[in-house]
């Protein structure tokens, strides 16, 4: 699989990247290029998925992007890894499984790397920091769109991320819930070392949806 990092172009225009991302996955439908995973990180940008309800977002001053992507109202920017697979999966194609697949990667890439305890949630995407007594704390936001057997969109993982900004609005549609991130949880690293360690999780996760002849791509 194809890496693509953008990391050391530093925070990026959401829409920019955006437009990267739609021409390589219309290119991968077509079989005209390899399966990608595109790393990058954001300026500050606030978007919002097809579940987003009107109640989602109480500060009507932010200015939010709609996106063709799963999942309610999420904070992109600086200090969060995002990583977007672009892959032409094999059929029959199945959504809510390659959000668990994702999901399975950073929970035990968590757990390996950093010895950080991290859940999935029945009925709810992402991968949540949770402890008996405190409120549930989603450390990694995921969103995925199938457009032609072809994937795009992918995860958020806060690691510096200023957490401060998703006090601005209703992360994900769940106002019984917070958000979370690496630095937030005594761990010091970079997004580059993250995603150093999280790529090698997701390719081995993510491989089962590829298509035989592409997997060595």
Not at 102 to 121: F, K, N, T, Y
Request: proline letters at 5%; one cysteine or more.
């Amino acid at each position: 699989m194809q890496i693509l990092n953008l990391l050391d172009q530093g925070p990026l225009d959401y829409m920019s990247t955006d437009a990267i991302q739609r021409s390589l996955r219309a290119k991968t439908a077509a079989l005209a290029a390899p399966d990608t995973l595109i790393v990058w990180e954001a300026q500050d940008t606030y978007t919002a998925g097809r579940r987003t309800q009107e109640e989602d977002i109480p500060d009507k001053s932010i200015p939010v992007i709609p996106m063709d992507r799963g999942g309610s109202v999420t904070y992109h920017g600086p200090g969060q890894l995002i990583i977007y697979p672009i892959i032409k999966v094999r059929t029959p194609k199945d959504v809510v499984a390659f959000v668990r697949a994702i999901e399975r990667a950073v929970i035990a890439c968590l757990d390996d790397v950093w010895g950080l305890l991290s859940l999935q949630i029945e009925g709810r995407s992402g991968v949540w920091i949770c402890h008996e007594g405190e409120i549930d704390r989603k450390i990694c936001a995921i969103g995925v769109k199938f457009a032609e057997d072809t994937t795009m969109h992918g995860l958020a993982l806060n690691v510096t991320t200023d957490l401060s900004k998703f006090g601005r609005i209703i992360p994900c549609g769940l106002a019984d819930a917070s958000v979370t991130s690496l630095e937030a949880l005594g761990i010091q690293t970079s997004l580059t070392k993250a995603a150093n360690a999280l790529l090698p999780y997701l390719e081995k996760e993510l491989r089962q949806f590829q298509r035989p002849e592409r997997i060595a791509a």
